[in-house]
């Protein structure tokens, strides 16, 4: 394709806090577009539904940013521990990511994620108990944030006192806008990030529990199934993404919700709703925008558009989800709505290995906060609050008012 690069203009409040007429835009001007993204990278976007979804699965399309032409995506990262920050199954195709995911996907099947509901449902009920008496919160860090850091620290075995530093650390490592990381923030966050992971994992060593940590030290010890590095890199990736994209599903789930009042209405009469409408919250508006990146591996051909070996494809799923020739009425909020097949979540092997963990505490923390928190309301103008400026879409804060209660 000859034509210029669209920009992203991150820099753009206005488009930060709604990218959606862009999107339909580039959707509307063709299944294959240059975009410069995030940090500056130039990317080619996949728009269309049907296009995304054969990409997703496409073994042309690698997950290994090794295998990108652009050298600033390896810049961005440490550079004295790119290699360990490249050995966790996001990053990672078969065989190894084959194998990396069996050792952990155990622990997040259907039938074990349903057993955590009681635990779940008593921290949701906790962290609301803090701010019902005051009839004011902030519902991301009083609620969406605390939960899932919660939930995934006690899944790990991770000492929950120390969320705030690790949460601190991938908030650097991770955080993009329209310029480029500071190398010198990214490096600073991760060896951070690294001695706080080491020390841990020599802590299970000394004195294993029953957590996922624990297993992962007995696989990599006794069991040789993957090495220092790998092990290392899996505890940052479970932690970092077993707390971010929930804390967006909450929080920017309550945010939609209260933009719609009556979807909001109907949900509070119709509790039942709250499966199809996590669904539709991930479809509408989820918590990755605009999409999920590979690597070409060889010189591909995507909806009759030819891509380069080594282009960076960011298949948009927030663009390809709002695809009207798969979604009727796709800019309607509508969560009631049938035949939900997002890509919120992937497809392929790559599908997120924590999904029903975040889809149940969406609903729990959703749904109890709906029932916990009568006259909900922004606390503050729609066009105040502030949105994440790239790659992972959600509100940096939630201002809400409600009746107090006891």
């Given at each position: 394709?000859?034509?210029?690069?669209?920009?992203?203009?991150?820099?753009?409040?206005?488009?930060?806090?709604?990218p959606?007429?862009?999107?339909?835009?580039?959707?509307?001007?063709?299944?294959?577009?240059?975009?410069?993204?995030?940090?500056?990278?130039?990317?080619?976007?996949?728009?269309?539904?049907?296009?995304?979804?054969?990409?997703?699965?496409?073994?042309?399309?690698?997950?290994?940013?090794?295998?990108?032409?652009?050298?600033?995506?390896?810049?961005?990262?440490?550079?004295?521990?790119?290699?360990?920050?490249?050995?966790?199954?996001l990053?990672?195709?078969p065989?190894?990511?084959t194998?990396?995911?069996?050792?952990?996907?155990?622990?997040?099947?259907?039938?074990?994620?349903?057993?955590?509901?009681?635990?779940?449902q008593?921290?949701?009920?906790?962290?609301?108990?803090?701010?019902?008496?005051a009839?004011r919160?902030?519902?991301v860090?009083?609620?969406?944030?605390?939960?899932?850091?919660t939930?995934?620290?006690?899944?790990?075995?991770v000492p929950?006192?120390d969320?705030h530093?690790?949460?601190?650390?991938?908030?650097?490592?991770?955080m993009?806008?329209?310029?480029?990381?500071?190398?010198?923030?990214?490096?600073?966050?991760w060896?951070?990030m690294?001695?706080?992971?080491?020390?841990?994992v020599?802590?299970?060593?000394?004195?294993?529990?029953?957590?996922?940590?624990?297993?992962?030290?007995?696989?990599?010890?006794e069991?040789?199934?993957?090495?220092?590095?790998?092990?290392?890199?899996?505890?940052?990736?479970?932690l970092?993404?077993?707390y971010?994209?929930?804390?967006?599903?909450?929080?920017?789930?309550?945010?939609?919700?209260?933009?719609?009042?009556?979807?909001?209405?109907?949900?509070?009469?119709?509790?039942e709703?709250?499966?199809?409408?996590?669904?539709?919250?991930?479809?509408?508006?989820?918590?990755?925008?605009?999409?999920?990146?590979r690597?070409?591996?060889?010189?591909v051909?995507?909806?009759?558009v030819?891509?380069?070996?080594?282009?960076?494809?960011?298949?948009?799923?927030?663009?390809?989800?709002?695809?009207?020739?798969?979604?009727?009425?796709?800019?309607?909020?509508?969560?009631?709505?049938?035949?939900?097949?997002?890509?919120?979540?992937?497809?392929?092997?790559?599908?997120?290995?924590?999904?029903?963990?975040?889809?149940?505490?969406?609903?729990?923390?959703?749904?109890?906060?709906?029932?916990?928190?009568?006259?909900?309301?922004?606390?503050?103008?729609?066009?105040?609050?502030?949105?994440?400026?790239?790659?992972?879409?959600?509100?940096?804060?939630?201002?809400?008012?409600?009746?107090?209660?006891?």
């Amino acid at each position: 394709m000859s034509e210029r690069p669209v920009l992203l203009p991150y820099a753009d409040p206005a488009f930060v806090a709604d990218p959606f007429p862009l999107y339909r835009q580039l959707r509307e001007d063709g299944p294959v577009r240059r975009a410069v993204i995030a940090g500056g990278l130039e990317a080619w976007l996949v728009t269309r539904y049907d296009d995304g979804l054969a990409a997703l699965s496409d073994p042309r399309l690698s997950s290994d940013v090794r295998d990108a032409s652009d050298t600033r995506l390896l810049q961005q990262l440490p550079e004295t521990e790119r290699e360990s920050m490249l050995s966790n199954m996001l990053r990672s195709d078969p065989p190894d990511h084959t194998r990396l995911r069996r050792l952990v996907s155990k622990a997040f099947t259907a039938r074990r994620v349903a057993g955590m509901r009681p635990r779940i449902q008593s921290l949701t009920d906790h962290f609301l108990d803090a701010v019902v008496p005051a009839g004011r919160a902030d519902l991301v860090a009083d609620f969406a944030l605390p939960l899932p850091v919660t939930v995934i620290s006690e899944l790990l075995g991770v000492p929950v006192d120390d969320r705030h530093d690790f949460q601190h650390w991938t908030d650097r490592m991770i955080m993009r806008g329209a310029q480029p990381p500071d190398p010198a923030v990214v490096d600073e966050a991760w060896q951070h990030m690294r001695g706080y992971v080491t020390g841990l994992v020599q802590a299970k060593r000394a004195q294993p529990g029953d957590d996922l940590l624990s297993g992962l030290v007995t696989a990599r010890d006794e069991e040789q199934q993957l090495t220092e590095d790998e092990l290392i890199a899996m505890v940052f990736l479970l932690l970092a993404a077993g707390y971010i994209t929930t804390v967006n599903l909450i929080g920017g789930g309550i945010a939609t919700l209260l933009a719609h009042p009556d979807q909001l209405a109907l949900l509070r009469s119709a509790p039942e709703l709250l499966p199809g409408a996590i669904e539709e919250f991930l479809r509408y508006d989820g918590p990755v925008s605009p999409g999920i990146a590979r690597f070409a591996r060889e010189d591909v051909e995507i909806a009759g558009v030819a891509v380069p070996r080594g282009a960076t494809v960011l298949i948009a799923s927030a663009i390809a989800d709002r695809d009207p020739a798969r979604f009727p009425d796709p800019d309607r909020l509508d969560i009631t709505r049938q035949d939900n097949a997002h890509l919120a979540f992937g497809h392929g092997i790559h599908y997120c290995l924590g999904a029903p963990l975040a889809r149940l505490e969406g609903q729990i923390a959703i749904g109890t906060a709906l029932r916990r928190l009568p006259g909900l309301a922004l606390a503050v103008p729609p066009d105040e609050i502030r949105w994440r400026p790239g790659g992972l879409r959600g509100p940096e804060s939630l201002p809400v008012t409600f009746t107090p209660g006891g």
